[in-house]
Every structure is written in C-alpha cells, then in structure tokens.
C-alpha cells in the first residue's frame, strides 16, 4: 500500500512562496510513475497543478506555471511544490498523489494551507 | 470553469441506480476516471480507464463511455455512497490532468 504525506507550513503570507513536500512509502519513486499535486480549495473543486517523472521531468498547468516549481528527491524518496507569490486564492487544501495512466490511484489526506497576513 | 463538465448536484433514493455524467472533448482521446470523496477526506479512486474498479470498490460501481462523453453508475445506491464525485481525465496534449466540477450526490 502506497502511502503519502504532505508536511509544509500552514500559514503563508501574500507575496511569498508556498513550499510543500510529499514523503512517499512503501514504493520507490525511481521505480517509475509521475507525481502530481493537486489543491482544493475550501468547499471548492479539484484543480491540478502539474506533475513530475522521477527523472525530473516536470508538467505544469499552463496558467500556473509561471509560479510553480515541482522538483524530485529520489535519494529522499520524496517530492516537493514551490507556488510563488501567493494571494487568497491559494488558499486550499493541497494534496499530493501518484498518477497512472488510467487516473490517481494513490492520495495524501491533504495538507491546509492558508494565505494570510 | 472545467474542461470537464458534470451537474452539480443529483439525488437517488436508496436501493435505486443512478448515472452521474462527465462531458468533454478530452474524453475522445482519453478514458475517464472517477474519484469520490466525501467531507473531510481526501478523493477515492472509484474507476480508472473507463471502467475499470480498483481492488476494495464495491461492484455496484461501475463506469462506461462514448464519444466525449463518460459515465458511473451506481447500482443499488447505499447511504455510504452519498460524496462528492469527480470525473478526472488527460488534457489533449496527454501531460496534464483535467477535473470535472464536481457531482454532489444525495442518497
């Protein structure tokens, strides 16, 4: 059983950079698959933000990419996301996964992070 | 707005079937994915490729399509499957995910 866990600050003020990591177990991430954030925010929709191979290559939503950063830790077995300056409508629950072909098969629960002076 | 276009909301009486839709062009190209989630939780995959049902999902769930169109059926609809329901999907170029807007279901 695949598991992930997103750990990141909780809080993070306008203008600055939002930094979450996901520590992925029980599976290594060298051994293929893209990794992939996706955030929901409060009573909102699931909006996807970008992936990344375990090679480095990296995916972004056209409209977010001009702020967003996904890297790969394979020695650390873990992934991380970078939004830079930030507003309210970052506010979300974001959440990390492993994507197949056919769809997500494995979540994190979520990490809250809220935008706010 | 979604690339992926679902209703809102649709009700179901218990013991009954009921079919929550997903509309785009994507799906001409690529297989649908389903996800549930319900208050507080994070999404469930209920159906990958189309139709197929991962291990511990229950075979009253099940998933079809045609066209730019996709499909999950719920057969017998049990008051644990009241949820949020999300259709999911590759973009035309393949690299990225597309979210429908979301099915509130009420059993």
């Known amino acids: 059983q695949v598991q992930l866990q997103e750990s990141g600050p909780g809080l993070v003020k306008p203008s600055e950079t939002l930094s979450l990591t996901c520590a992925v177990s029980d599976f290594s991430i060298s051994s293929g698959y893209h990794w992939g954030w996706i955030r929901q925010p409060p009573g909102k929709g699931l909006e996807y933000i970008g992936n990344i191979y375990y090679s480095g290559t990296t995916y972004y939503k056209p409209s977010l990419k001009s702020r967003v950063t996904i890297s790969v830790e394979v020695s650390k077995n873990e992934f991380s996301l970078q939004v830079s300056s930030v507003t309210a409508a970052d506010t979300a629950i974001y959440y990390c996964?492993?994507?197949?072909?056919?769809?997500?098969?494995?979540w994190g629960r979520g990490a809250l992070i809220t935008v706010s002076s | 707005s979604s690339d992926l276009t679902q209703d809102p909301a649709v009700s179901v009486a218990l013991g009954q079937t009921v079919r929550i839709t997903c509309q785009g062009d994507?799906?001409?190209?690529?297989?649908a994915s389903w996800y549930q989630q319900k208050p507080g939780q994070a999404p469930v995959l209920v159906i990958y490729?189309?139709?197929n049902r991962p291990s511990g999902i229950p075979d009253r769930f099940s998933g079809s399509g045609s066209g730019n169109t996709a499909s999950l059926t719920i057969t017998g609809a049990q008051a644990e499957d009241e949820a949020d329901y999300y259709c999911?999907?590759?973009?035309?170029?393949?690299?990225?995910?597309?979210f429908g807007g979301g099915t509130s279901l009420t059993v």
């Open positions: 490729d189309k139709k």
């Open positions: 999911g999907s590759r973009d035309i170029s393949g690299n990225h995910l597309l």
């Open positions: 996964a492993r994507l197949t072909y056919g769809g997500i098969d494995y």
């Open positions: 994507s799906l001409r190209t690529f297989h």
